[in-house]
């Protein structure tokens, strides 16, 4: 793999503390539901999610 | 359920988990060994029963807490691409065994440090497997609905207990060596990290959708209760700040909790398992904690006003619903997730125990006076007894320190004492000037604050009621340090971390390290320029002798593994074989050979014993380095240049064969040329001789040799014309007038002018034509040209009552012209030669009485820059010629003829 690509999840590392620390967690912090749950719960989840996908991504195609 | 059924229940599931480490041991296949799968598995050792029970315990008593155990490793793991691939280099090719030999080594193979580093371990551990036991004890008796005996040798859950000891410390010391991959045991817990998200998933459907009706149902009731909102925001910024705390802390552990090391560093396989790891452990984590909020909310709305221990939900609901398989296979899922973490810490402790504390200090003396075979047995003993008393210590401290407290706080303390190797560990990869007393001071500095504010508050309150005396002063006096807004384990870790990381920095900046630390910290750093010879990067400097060592290793790896070792290290650095003194990297490569099975430290005792180093001055090692980092990247740049350089020459000698090829062909041609001119020119000479010296010829032998000389005249005039037209044809002066053109009208358009010389010889004439479209794209005259010539050849070969056929067909787009002509054939030999210019007159005894020998390399020229070809084929009386033209290739565009 490139040092580029290699690059690219440790911005990932990055951009994930970011998103799961405060002022940017705190915007989300409500109890109130989205999709039948509470929004806090969702928003992590689903950064979580997505962090599992970008990283997933960056192998299929870069990795060689 | 009764004691005894559960009881066998256990035994059968630990049966299964023998057989597949069994299998897998045996084995060996490819599935097992390039299992990217297994590996990432194997890593999910890091849910234990904390998790599977404590997690939802925590999410009903405090919220969002439970989350950020995962969240740190989840922010850090991506960037593992770049971190534990070092570590894993690393650990490699220094055969590292465990975290205690990656730290120690880096700071000089120090082995007081890594002595310090397996009691921080031990202590930080030992209550983390105590907790473990008390899962499987008190679950074990949740489901069999018995109270807990008092008195252990009665209690079911110790025999659960001293099973799992026995099983650990058979499969944990299969091999001497401890850097070496235990394929049994990584299975086994992959299974078991597999099995237990399979039954959690069971619960978490059974509670969301057979107990309530979904998500929204459980969190439409949920959100009536009235603490819900408290529980599941932040409280604030005060509340993120401790959110953030526990996320560093969880993101270090992953790293730094020794069965995470062996597993992710130690059992790595293959680098390229970590790719894998990066994205299926997350996914992992995230399903195994998608079901935690409806459990512990469902839990909570189902045993509302009860006093239940919510740790114990995932039992206790399906319990409620009378659902007994369900109840079982939580029960095992838990028992999973206690013992790999039991097995997979017990044998990584036994490892360090044995090989940073045992051996170095005071087992050494005794392994050195014994021989190969008794030292594998003593040193697996060692290990064997290790794990059987960790299990049972961990057991004692359960039932007598850890029986009041939630799984929760245990494990959260174990975690802040173990990132207090955080500091010297992040600093052994990524800081060159981290010295030993640095480390040594920051770790000790850390422990300390960690054992006031941490560990005797929390097990001083199992037997006392409150601080008393002198200890009551000492923490009045420092709650000035208290942080009223962080939780007490946040507030711990930050003073502690803090404390650490400054004596740390300050320590090491203010004092020179050793010579031996900074060579292994360059080591470290810079370990991908390392990495293919690292031996040559350990500095050595002394007088040492290879059989003193070979000694050495003989009564630990036996005679044969030493001496294949050996002959690997001769070869590998082109050592002659009978060379007696040793340098430093066979005495680094007999450490590392060492290392694995003693430790670090004890290796390098081991050697300084017969060995006699001189001192080296740090200015002088850091020289050496320079010098080596230059000449490795000047090596590099050297290789790739004299690679070009060698690329290089090997064109120009292909280009120089060529010349000197085509320059044979040029004398050859210019040979030809001159003989076939020659030949004319002489008949023309001496016809005209004989005219011009004898007046009285009659007038008709002077009529023969006059027209003799215009025959010959008309010849040389020919082999001029063809000579010219030839090297234009080469030369590509000619341009094709490509059309669409009748091929059968062009054939008789060629075969017209010689007609009447086929038909004087009576000689058959025939056309077979195949084709249902005669419309072909080529260029007419030319063609021509081709035809005469063979069918010129054809007319010369073939005798009286001959034949000349020719055939026509097409297949797969190509136009292929057949002419056959019985007659002489030609020299199976020469098949590929009548196309050279001038065949005929090297080859005397064929030779035509004339023509000027350069009409098939024209015919062949001709058809060449039509994209076609031109083939000869002896047939059983007589020979073929074959012409095929590419009918699909030819462009409409009149094109050039290619110089060939």
Known sequence: MKKRHEQKLIILSFGLMILFSAPIILLFNSERAVFGLPMLYVYIFGVWLLSIVASFIIFKKYDE | MSSVSLFAVVILYLALLFLVAHRAEKKKSKIWVNNPYIYSLSLAVYCTAWTYYGSIGVAVNSGLDYLPIYIGPIIIIPAWIYINKKILRISRVNKVSS??????????????????????????????????????????????????SKNIFTDNATFVVVLLALFSSYYGTRYVDASEKRLGIISAVALESFLKLVFLIVLGVFVTFFAFDGFSDIYAKASLLPDFKEKNTFNGLEGSFNWMILCLISASAIFLLPRQFHTTIVENRQEKHLKTAIWFFPLYLLIFNLFV????????????????????????????????IITVLVFLGGLSSSISMVIISSITLSIMLSNNLIIPYGWLDKLKSDNEEKNTKSIMNIRKVSIFILIVTAFVFYKYFILKNSLYSVGLISFVIISQLGPSFFGAIFWRRGSYKGAIIGLIGGLVICYFGLIIPQYYFSYNQEFKGFVRELYNWFSFFDIPYLSSISEVFFWSILVNISLFIIISLSQKGDYRERNFAEIYVDIDKYIQNHENAFIWRGKAFVS??????????????????????????????????????????????????????????????????????????????????????LNKKLTEQSRELRQLSNELSFANENLIFKDKQKDDFLDSVAHELRTPITAIRSA?????????????????????????????????????????????????????????????????????????????????????????????????????????????????????????????????????????????????????????SRNQNLRKPSGSGLGLAICKKIMEAQNGSIAAKNMEIGVEFEMILNNRKLNKEPERIQYE
């Open chain 2, 688 to 840: 005209g001789e004989i005219l011009a010296d004898d007046d009285d010829i009659p007038l008709e032998i002077k009529r023969e040799f006059l027209n003799n000389i215009i025959t010959e005249s008309d010849r040389l005039n020919e082999i001029i014309n063809d000579i010219l037209y030839l090297d234009k044809l080469e030369h590509g002066e000619i341009a094709l007038n490509i059309n669409q053109n009748n091929i059968v009208e062009t054939y008789q358009k060629a075969l017209n002018p010689i007609s009447h010389l086929i038909h004087q010889k009576n000689i058959h004439l025939s056309e077979v034509d195949l084709l249902t479209n005669h419309i072909f794209e080529y260029d007419e005259a030319r063609l021509i040209q081709v035809f005469q010539n063979i069918l010129g050849n054809a007319l010369k070969f073939t005798d009286e009552q001959g034949t000349i056929q020719a055939k026509f067909q097409e297949k797969d787009e190509e136009l292929i012209i057949k002419i056959f002509n019985t007659g002489k054939q030609i020299p199976e030999d020469d098949l590929n030669l009548i196309f050279d210019k001038f065949y005929q």
């Open chain 2, 293 to 324: 909020f409806p459990i512990a909310w469902g839990g909570k709305i189902i045993f509302e006003g009860q006093t239940v221990n919510p740790e114990f939900y995932s039992i206790l609901i399906p319990q409620h619903f009378g659902n007994q």
């Open chain 2, 99 to 148: 975290i205690a030999d990656f730290i120690s080594l880096r700071y000089g193979n120090s082995r007081s440090f890594g002595a310090i580093i397996t009691l921080v371990c031990i202590f930080g551990i030992i209550p983390y497997i105590g907790l473990q036991i008390k899962a499987i004890s008190e679950t074990f008796h949740l489901v069999t609905n018995t109270p807990i």
């Open chain 2, 548 to 633: 003193d060592i070979r000694n050495i290793l003989v009564k630990f790896l036996g005679e044969k593994k030493t001496e294949q070792a050996m002959r690997i290290f001769n070869l590998k650095y082109n050592i002659d074989t009978r060379t007696e003194t040793a340098d430093a990297r066979f005495i680094k490569f007999s450490e590392n050979l060492l290392s694995g099975r003693i430790g670090t430290a004890s290796a390098k005792i081991l050697i300084e014993g017969v060995t006699h180093e001189d001192k080296i001055s740090l200015k002088e090692v850091l020289e050496i380095l320079e010098e080596s980092k230059e000449n490795i990247s």
